[in-house]
Nanobody
Framework: VQLQASGGGLAQAGGSLRLSCAAS????????MGWFRQAPGKQRELVAA???????NYADSVKGRFTISRDNAKNTVYLQMNSLKPEDTAVYYC?????????????????WGQGTLVTVSS
């Protein structure tokens, strides 16, 4: 499985960005997909995850502001980020969980994209 993340960039506080992650493979629809982020000096953390059936889970820090979605026909998962805050600044990674554990740890995910940088200015 290969994952290609895109859509990062610079945004002002209160603004929006949309991240995309295109996946290879014919069984994408079966994967749990997640978005993680890692800020400088901090551990990588789960931001949001979505199951094959569309159930979602979010970190408390982004609930009500971020939305994860997927388009199985396009083998793509998205992260819509609204009301951005400077503390959202990080490298964002998409990841695929083939076993469907729907966990929140990095080790629950099997394949990773290359990361895309999101910078939010105050």
């Amino acid at each position: 499985v290969q994952l290609q993340a895109s859509g990062g960039g610079l945004a002002q506080a209160g603004g929006s960005l949309r991240l995309s992650c295109a996946a290879s493979g014919r069984t994408f629809s079966r994967y749990v997909m997640g978005w993680f982020r890692q800020a400088p000096g901090k551990q990588r953390e789960l931001v949001a995850a979505i199951t094959s059936g569309g159930s979602t889970n979010y970190a408390d820090s982004v609930k009500g502001r971020f939305t994860i979605s997927r388009d199985n026909a396009k083998n793509t998962v998205y992260l819509q980020m609204n009301s951005l805050k400077p503390e959202d600044t990080a490298v964002y990674y998409c990841a695929a969980d083939l076993a469907g554990s729907y966990g929140f740890r990095s080790l629950d995910y099997d394949f990773w994209g290359q990361g895309t940088l999101v910078t939010v200015s105050s």
